[in-house]
């Protein structure tokens, strides 16, 4: 069996006061809404947990009826960080799934296809995560203000999500973060902790996250195409 963890309960401060960006709207539908929608078709996805503020557990109810939403589903609260929330959402997965797969509500335009390799590495590996190659190059600065050096882009990934677990893996991995008191804001880091492989899943689309309003125009025609 494997489960979804859709992480849905922070504001995105970096959007400006007041705004949520889980619920812009963005090519017809708020953006959690898209985000659900990609695992509600997932074949290899068989629940879906959505972490969430307390108290916005109707609105999306009303999301899954207004969208005809039919996978199984439940909610989970979100937590302080965003490590506490992932924390709280394997609590509530169902007691025999194996596989996990941990995602970012705002990041919408996850595909089918990346969601399924994910899975697949990680039953075979027992974690993996979407990255894609970076291609600018990088430099180093120590004081913020100077470049330091160069560093060699051939070896770096930026990571995204989903990032998929077999779910033991997950669990002892999370665990051992909150022992140390540790707060995390990438579940593979965790992995790193207890000496787990992650497998690197080249990201071949775009799936960019819902950061800054600048991120939204591109999104929407990332959605709409």
Known sequence: MVSAIIVA??????????????????????????????????????EIVLVVRAGLESEFDEMREKFGFKKSYRFA?????????????????EAGSQILAIHDGARPCVSAELISDCVKAARDFGAAVAAQRVTDTIKESEDGIAISRTVDRLKLWSVQTPQVFRVDVIRRAIATARERGLNLTDDTAACELIGQPVRLVESKRPNPKVTVPADLPFIEALLRA
């Open 9 to 46: 309960a922070g504001r995105g401060t970096r959007m400006g006061p007041n705004i949520d960006k889980l619920f812009l709207e963005v090519a017809g539908r708020p953006v959690i809404a898209h985000t659900w929608a990609r695992f509600e078709a997932a074949e290899d996805v068989d």
């Open 77 to 93: 609260e979100g937590g302080p960080e965003r490590q506490d929330s992932v924390w709280n959402g394997i609590q509530a997965i």
